[in-house]
């Protein structure tokens, strides 16, 4: 079935639709939050989850204050002495440089102060800083602004670097991503990670416009110079140390390394959900930033696929739209779950290569405005059902039903005439000219009504067709529309109850004295089935040597003062070959207009075969 839908709904539903998916693109190239970032989460877990977990750089290690060492020390937060012990041993153990995710803030007392900063200048290190941002806390849009920051005392920040720890969670509270830019009022200030990778590998990153490079690499980020993290499995994924064993002196390796300190005691310290983790510490989402900058696996989440994901999200809402508009409706819900189904799959397949393609951007672009369309088009095909319905029984009214069927289902029906097998009936009444002059107009009528109501009614049990009514006669046709090899015998069958049923109904209604017989006659052989008439007003017509024939046997009904005349070929192919069909008379006779006889078989109102 093709669209019911005008073409101006069409094109409405289009225009809307595009509408629609480019407001949704933009806000995505813009960056800003929605709700379909909560979905989006959903669909990058999965991925995450699929691509399983993979393995950390070897650059990189936890030096972890858990339960142990709090057990060992006996108390929380450790001492500015024992760090300082701490520091020491991993500089011992040959650390390449250090990252301090705690916040060294406040003093203590002169000498274990001291100590600290003595043992922070002996590494490369960096120092945690925490700041309170303005406005983009929850998404990754622009460079966030520090409006307050709390950083280590400056005993410490003397003896070290400092970097801002702060990370931008989705709406689960899942990291995704690590500002790697802050502005300040004294300018632009350094993420924790990066500046520990620059301590790391004594090289100063340089901001591009969509990145930041590192010596000869450059690492594309995200909107607002964001980096998108890449988990690598659940805590304890990148290598991790207990700080125990280091103050105990058991031997540790550390050489070249860079250590990042900091805390996943029980209860103590920052814990967030991550696609392989529930409750992953602070410090290892932070050292799984600086493992991204350091093996350059962060996800790649650049404007270029952003504006991807837009056109993903235009093209498929358009393709959508089209197919529900002027495809068949299976076809075109088929076609556009393939839509989605491909760009699931192709993000996936991204992903794998460390692209982030928004997966839930097509879907909530082109979900509402194709399925709106959709239920439009279905309320205008329920409408247009409704008016074929009524057309076809408009039509059945000056058609038979099976023809009107047949041509609300195909317009072209018979457009070209064919020619097939069928048995061709007729009855009339002997005495309706003086009835009917007797009855005036409006009876005569109602009889008419009354009698073409038998015919039809007798012809829809033998599985007939009334082709035309001819005031107190009509042609009834059996193969028509479609041939059966069941047409002959129900065409016989027809004849007799047809007989039966017309002068029972003349008996009862006491015009036995007008109408003296009725007379059917029936003969079946090749017919053209045709439209006839006009271009603009035509009927579905049997035309041929059968219906001539099966019109003169009337005639033949006359002379030999029968009731139902039918020929020898409709007998032989009714199967009304055995004694108990033979007719009461059978004769050759003459037909009108019909060089050759034809030998046909005569019984009288109520000689009917049994089983007629």
């Known amino acids: 079935m093709t669209s019911a839908l005008p073409r101006w709904v069409a094109a409405i539903a289009l225009l ?3 509408i629609w998916a480019g407001l949704l693109g933009q806000q995505h190239l813009a960056g800003k939050a929605s709700v379909i970032d909560r979905f989006e989460t959903v669909l990058l877990d999965l991925r995450v989850t699929l691509a ?3 393995p950390a750089p070897r650059d990189i290690t936890i030096v972890a204050i858990d339960d142990r060492t709090v057990s060992e020390a006996g108390t929380y937060p450790l001492s500015r002495k024992t760090l300082a012990e701490l520091i020491m041993k991993i500089g011992e153990a040959g650390a390449a440089s250090l990252a301090v995710d705690i916040l060294l803030s406040g003093a203590s007392t002169e000498a274990d102060d001291a100590a600290l900063a003595a043992a922070l200048e002996t590494l490369p290190t960096v120092i945690a800083v925490a700041a309170e941002v303005s406005g983009t806390e929850q998404t990754a849009s ?14 410490f920040a003397k003896a070290a670097t400092e970097g801002l720890v702060n990370i931008v969670t989705d709406g689960g509270g899942t990291p995704r991503h690590i ?14 990670s990066l500046k520990a990778l620059e301590r790391f590998s004594g090289k100063t990153p340089s901001i591009t416009e969509e990145g ?11 909107l607002g110079w964001h980096l998108a993290l890449n988990y690598y499995g659940p805590a304890e994924a990148i290598e991790t140390i207990s700080a125990a064993s280091l103050l105990s002196g058991d031997p540790v390796d550390l050489r070249g390394r860079l250590a990042v300190l900091g805390v996943t005691a029980t209860a103590v310290g920052d814990r967030f959900a991550t696609p392989f983790d529930p409750v992953m510490p602070g410090v290892e989402v932070q050292a799984t930033g600086i493992a991204n900058l350091l093996d350059g696996s962060a996800l790649m989440r650049t404007g270029a696929i952003r504006l991807a994901d837009a056109a993903a999200a235009l093209t498929i809402t358009l393709l959508g739209l089209v197919a529900v508009a002027f495809l068949p409706l299976a076809p075109a819900v088929i076609f556009y779950m393939a839509l989605l189904a491909g760009w699931l799959v192709l993000t996936m397949i991204l ?9 839930a951007l097509p879907f909530a672009a082109s979900l509402p405005p194709v399925v709106a ?22 039509l059945s009214r000056f058609q038979s039903p099976k023809l009107a069927g047949r041509v609300a289902e195909d317009p072209t029906f018979l457009a070209v005439p064919k020619e097939q097998t069928a048995a061709m009936l007729f009855i009339d009444l002997s005495g309706y000219t003086g009835l009917s002059e007797a009855l005036g107009p409006v009876r005569t009528r109602d009889f008419l009504k009354d009698f073409h109501t038998i015919v039809v009614d007798v012809v829809s049990q033998c599985d007939g067709v009334v082709l035309d009514f001819m005031g107190d006669g009509a042609m009834l046709g059996f193969g028509v529309p479609e041939a059966s090899e069941d047409d002959p015998a129900n065409a016989a069958r027809c004849s007799f109850l047809l007989e039966r049923a017309v002068r029972d109904w003349i008996d009862d209604a006491g015009m036995g004295a007008r109408i003296s017989r009725v007379r059917v006659g029936a003969h079946a052989g090749p017919v053209v089935l045709s439209r006839l008439g006009h271009d603009s007003q035509q009927q579905i017509a049997a035309t041929g040597d059968c219906v001539n024939v099966a019109s003169r046997l009337l005639e033949v009904a006359k002379d030999h003062d029968a009731s139902v005349v039918l020929s020898s070929d409709l007998m032989r192919t009714a199967g009304m070959t055995g004694t108990e069909y033979a007719p009461p008379r059978q004769v050759t006779a003459a037909i009108r207009g019909r060089q050759q006889d034809l030998t046909v078989g005569l019984w009288r109102s109520g000689e009917h075969p049994p089983g007629f």
């Open 212 to 222: 930041v490079r590192i010596g000869i690499r450059e690492l594309p980020l995200d």
């Open 16 to 18: 809307s639709g595009l």
């Open 142 to 155: 622009a460079i966030p602004v520090v409006r307050e920051a709390l950083g280590p005392d400056a005993r």
């Open 351 to 359: 992903f794998g290569q460390g692209q982030w393609l928004n997966a």
């Open 179 to 192: 500002p790697a830019l802050f502005l300040s009022g004294s300018g632009l200030q350094p993420s924790f």
């Open 52 to 54: 399983g977990q993979r």
């Open 373 to 394: 369309l959709l239920l439009l088009r279905q309320v205008f095909e329920r409408l247009r059902s409704q008016k074929l319905a009524r057309a076809r029984e408009a």
